[in-house]
């Protein structure tokens, strides 16, 4: 095998590191649902509310940022078999208080909270963030965030908390709410 010149060794390290800023940016495109997740996700067809209890650490988590990843976008996978929806659609994501659910839910969807330059290496491809709204008094917290769907408006996700009580909880008419933790 014929070494490689120096202009092909530049060339082929051009073309790696492009490679692996669009699996970093499009983590979505390589995901493989567990046969539990995929019974999850068709239980949505079926089901208005669903429950998903299992063990710590399998990818419960990611799991959630993924469905809400493609109803945001309205990009299904072909073999999905849960609920679709055709049109932009608005979604609450929420956990325990504001640091856990930027640590989690925020954090599976976008990326690492604390990197402003990982913003869109989570579930949601960076090229679909249209815009976020950061969360006040909270470093790196974000109250919501724009979502491009295939229908070319806007999905929007807001981030809520269990401890801002009842009343933070009211009022908003979601198509979608994911409970974490």
């Known amino acids: ?24 940016e499009n983590r979505i495109e390589l995901f493989k649902p567990y046969p539990y997740q995929k019974k999850f996700y068709a239980a949505g067809a079926k089901y208005k509310h669903r429950l998903l209890m ?5 990818g419960k988590s990611y799991g959630g940022a993924a469905e809400v990843t493609f109803h945001a976008t309205g990009l299904y996978p072909d073999d999905w078999e849960g609920r679709r929806y055709d049109k932009p659609v608005k979604i609450i994501a929420g956990g325990q ?3 856990r659910t930027r640590d989690i839910s925020q ?4 990326g690492e909270p604390s990197d402003p330059a990982a913003q869109g290496t989570g579930a949601i491809p960076k090229h679909l963030i249209m815009g976020t709204t950061r969360r006040a008094g909270i470093p790196n917290a974000i109250s919501s965030v724009l979502v491009k769907h295939v229908s070319g408006k806007n999905s929007k ?6 401890e801002a009580g009842k009343k ?9 709410v994911w ?3």
């Open 1 to 24: 095998m014929a070494e490689l010149t120096i202009e092909e060794k530049a060339k082929l390290a051009e073309l790696l590191s492009e490679r692996d800023r669009r699996v970093r």
């Open 157 to 162: 996700i807001m981030f809520n908390t269990y």
């Open 107 to 110: 954090k599976e969807l976008l």
């Open 168 to 176: 933070a909880w009211m009022g908003d008419n979601a198509n979608l």
């Open 179 to 181: 409970l974490d933790e």
């Open 54 to 58: 299992a063990a710590n650490r399998i």
């Open 97 to 99: 208080t504001t640091e």
